[in-house]
C-alpha cells in the first residue's frame, strides 16, 4: 500500500485537511472503494501490465483526500470561493423538504453532505440536481454534484460536472487534479494530461502534478514528455520514491535495464521494502541477464506473501526458468495452489510449469481444476491435450 506521505500535505492547501485517511480511503463522505475502483480500471487498461502505473493507481487514491469534499470545505473561507448566486439568500423555497433544503446555497450543502457522509448518494443526488438547475452558476454545488454521482458509478456523468465546474472558476490544481483523474479513468487520456498540465502551471512548486502528468504520457506513448514529467518531479521533490520509480519503469518500457536499475536503486534507497520497487528491479536485473539475483531479491520476500501475490510469483518463475531451475518454478506454482486452490490462475501456471517440467500427468490435474473454475485458457489447454492423446 502507498502511504499519503507519498505526497506530504503543504500548509494552507486543501491537502492540508486533518484526518487523511492511508490509501484505501478518499473522499471524506464517499465509499473508499469508489476512486479506487477508478484509478485502478485506469492502470488495468494500460496495453501490457505496468507495475508502475498500479502503484501510482494507488498513490492517486491518497493523495486525493484533499479534491472531494474536504477540497470544497477548505476552500469556503472569504477569497477562496466563487461569489454565490445574487439570488441564493432570497430565493423563495419550494414546498415540502426539498423547498426547505433548497432554501440556500449552502442549505444545499451541509444537507447533501450528510446524506453522503450517511451512505445515502441517492437522495443526496435529487436535491443537488435540483440546486444545479436553480444555482447552474455556482462553482462548489458542481464539485459536490460530481463526487456524488462518482458514489453512484456515473463517472462520464461526473466528469461533465467537474468540468462545468471548473469553467465556472475559480481555478485551483487540486480541482484540476481530481478532474484529470476522473478523464484517467474513463480513457479520456488527452484531458487528462491537459487537466493535469494546468494543475502543474498552477502550482509549479509541486511534485505531484508531474508525476501524474507523467503517467499519463506514458500511457500516450509520449515517453520523452513523461519522462521530462517525472525528472521535474524528482528535481521538485528527491525524495520522492514514486519518481524514481516511474523513471525505472519507463527505462524498463524503452528496453534501458541497466538504466532502471540506476533509477529504482534511488527508490528503494528511500523506500527499501516497497514490494512494487523490489518487482521492478527484479525484472530489471532478469532483463540485464542476471536472473540468479533477480531471484534472490524474491525469495528475500516471505514465502506466504509472495504466494498470494501474482506478479512476484509470476516474475520469479521467469528467473528460475532463465536459469533452468523449471522444477522448482512448478513447485513454487503447486505450492501456492495448494493455499488458494480456488484460484484459476495460479491453478493454471501451476499446470503449465508441471508440463515444461515433463509432468503431463499431475499437469493435467491443475489443468482440469482451472478450467473447471473458469480459465479459458486451461480449457483451450485441456483441449489441446486430449487431441494429442
Not at 476552500?75 to 432570497?90: D, K, M, W
Not at 521492478?280 to 498470494?308: F, M, Q, T, V
Not at 479459458?376 to 494429442?388: F, I, M, N
Request: charged letters at 25%; proline letters at 6%.
Amino acid at each position: 500500500m502507498v502511504s499519503p506521505q507519498a505526497f506530504p500535505a503543504r500548509r494552507n492547501t486543501p491537502l492540508a485537511a486533518p484526518g487523511a485517511a492511508e490509501c484505501t480511503g478518499h473522499f471524506a463522505f464517499l465509499r473508499p472503494r469508489r476512486l479506487a475502483d477508478i484509478v485502478v480500471g485506469m492502470a488495468d487498461r494500460a496495453p501490457k501490465r505496468d507495475l508502475t502505473t498500479v502503484a501510482l493507481a494507488l498513490v492517486l487514491v491518497a493523495v486525493l483526500v484533499g479534491g472531494g469534499w474536504w477540497l470544497i470545505h477548505e476552500l469556503q473561507s472569504p477569497g477562496q470561493t466563487g461569489a454565490a448566486s445574487p439570488s441564493e439568500s432570497a430565493a423563495p423555497a419550494p414546498a415540502g423538504d426539498e423547498g426547505a433544503q433548497l432554501k440556500s446555497i449552502q442549505t444545499v450543502l451541509d444537507s447533501a453532505r450528510s446524506y453522503l457522509k450517511n451512505m445515502k448518494p441517492g437522495s443526496a443526488e435529487t436535491i443537488l440536481v435540483a440546486a444545479v438547475a436553480k444555482w447552474p452558476t455556482d462553482q462548489q454545488l458542481r464539485f459536490l454534484y460530481g463526487e456524488t454521482l462518482l458514489t453512484l458509478n456515473k463517472n462520464a456523468e461526473a466528469y461533465e460536472q467537474y468540468s462545468k465546474g471548473i469553467t465556472l472558476g475559480p481555478e485551483h490544481p487540486e480541482y484540476r487534479h481530481a478532474a484529470g483523474t476522473i478523464a484517467a479513468g474513463l480513457g479520456k487520456l488527452d484531458d487528462a494530461e491537459s487537466h493535469f498540465l494546468v494543475a502543474q502551471k498552477l502550482d509549479p512548486s509541486s511534485a505531484k502534478y508531474p508525476v501524474f502528468l507523467g503517467q499519463v504520457q506514458r500511457k500516450l506513448g509520449k515517453n520523452d514528455a513523461a519522462r521530462a514529467s517525472f525528472l521535474t518531479a524528482a528535481h521538485l521533490d528527491p525524495e520522492l520514491a514514486i519518481a524514481w520509480g516511474s523513471l525505472a519503469g519507463l527505462s524498463l518500457d524503452e528496453n534501458h535495464p541497466s538504466m532502471a536499475r540506476q533509477h529504482i536503486a534511488r527508490a528503494r534507497k528511500i523506500e527499501p521494502t516497497r514490494i512494487d520497487w523490489i518487482l521492478i528491479e527484479a525484472k530489471a536485473l532478469r532483463r540485464d541477464n542476471e536472473p540468479s539475483k533477480a531471484a534472490d531479491l524474491l525469495y528475500a520476500i516471505p514465502e506466504r506473501e509472495r504466494a498470494s501475490n501474482a506478479d512476484l510469483l509470476s516474475e520469479l518463475a521467469l528467473s528460475l526458468g532463465l536459469m533452468g531451475r523449471v522444477s522448482d518454478a512448478a513447485s513454487m506454482y503447486v505450492e501456492a495452489a495448494r493455499l488458494k486452490p480456488d484460484d484459476p490462475e495460479l491453478n493454471y501456471q501451476a499446470a503449465l510449469w508441471l508440463d515444461r517440467d515433463n509432468q503431463r500427468e499431475r499437469a493435467r490435474s491443475y489443468a482440469d481444476e482451472a478450467a473447471r473454475l473458469g480459465h479459458d485458457g486451461a480449457k483451450t489447454l485441456v483441449e489441446a491435450w486430449k487431441s494429442e492423446s
